[in-house]
């Protein structure tokens, strides 16, 4: 059976990795959830989703009693072990080189264009 102390070390345990990995300000669970969007998928989602429903009960201690600690443990788990394995460094060169390759894509574009204009025009 899972008390407050576990299930708020557990939250905020994941809390901070949201914030090392996403750089999501600290907020509740919810809502860290919300900010990362798109950027977990959905299966970590829904087990995050389980944490804060834990979280929720885990101030009620009728209600915490109702909670099964099996399920809060393995969202925690897999909440866990997505977030570390991100590699914040990588991404950030993964965003870099992305960027950098639709710059370069673009100035060809413009050079190709500008060398069928020259032809086009019989300057070349």
């Known amino acids: 059976m899972l008390d407050a102390k576990d299930i708020t070390r557990k939250v905020e345990a994941v809390k901070a990795l949201l914030h090392?990995?996403?750089g999501i300000k600290?907020?509740?669970l919810s809502r860290m959830i919300l900010k990362a969007g798109r950027r977990l998928p959905r299966r970590v989602q829904k087990q995050a989703q389980v944490l804060v429903e834990a979280e929720r009960f885990g101030a009620h201690p009728k209600l915490a009693r109702q909670?099964?600690?099996a399920r809060v443990s393995q969202a925690y788990n897999v909440c866990v072990t997505y977030l570390d394995g991100i590699d914040v460094a990588d991404r950030r060169k993964g965003r870099i080189l992305g960027i950098a390759g639709a710059i370069v894509f673009n100035l060809l574009v413009v050079v190709a264009v500008f060398v069928l204009w020259l032809w086009w025009h019989d300057y070349v």
Do not use: I, T, Y
Request: charged share 35%; hydrophobic share 35%; net charge positive.
């Open 20 to 22: 090392a990995k996403f």
């Open 26 to 28: 600290q907020r509740p």
């Open 67 to 69: 909670m099964d600690g």
